[in-house]
């Protein structure tokens, strides 16, 4: 049984950082893994911010709305989501997402585990 827990979320002023820290338990076996943040704007569909690979530091990629300011980063019992210089477009609810096989992407649909959010509100 897999878990995925988000903490982090708070509501800021524009130009503040803040880093979202995604706990995974129940993850069990190969490198294959990959992790994922997400986030949900009100009234809007879940957009995809960035990935990585369990193995492999260098294997991230991120959306090109977030590239610069974000940043994904840890290995498979914890994830971290480093937010700089925040803008009001990045309030949204904050997910983390992990899948054991195949090929990972920006996509929601692929992922097969999903943590139950934190809130990020930036004014």
């Known amino acids: 049984h897999v878990q995925l827990v988000e903490s982090g979320g708070d509501s800021v002023q524009a130009g503040w950082s803040l880093r979202l820290p995604c706990h995974i338990l129940g993850l069990i076996g190969s490198n294959s893994y990959c992790m994922a943040w997400f986030r949900q704007a009100p009234g809007k569909d879940p957009e995809g911010v960035a990935y990585?690979?369990?193995?492999?530091?260098?294997r991230k990629r991120y959306a090109d709305s977030v590239k610069g300011r974000f940043t994904i980063s840890g290995d498979m019992a914890t994830i971290y989501l480093q937010i700089d210089n925040l803008k009001p477009e990045d309030t949204g609810l904050y997910s983390c997402?992990?899948?054991?096989?195949?090929?990972?992407?920006?996509?929601?649909?692929?992922?097969?585990?999903w943590g139950q959010g934190t809130q990020v509100t930036v004014s």
């Open positions: 990585m690979y369990a193995a492999g530091a260098d």
């Open positions: 997402a992990a899948k054991d096989s195949g090929v990972c992407s920006l996509n929601p649909a692929v992922w097969d585990y």
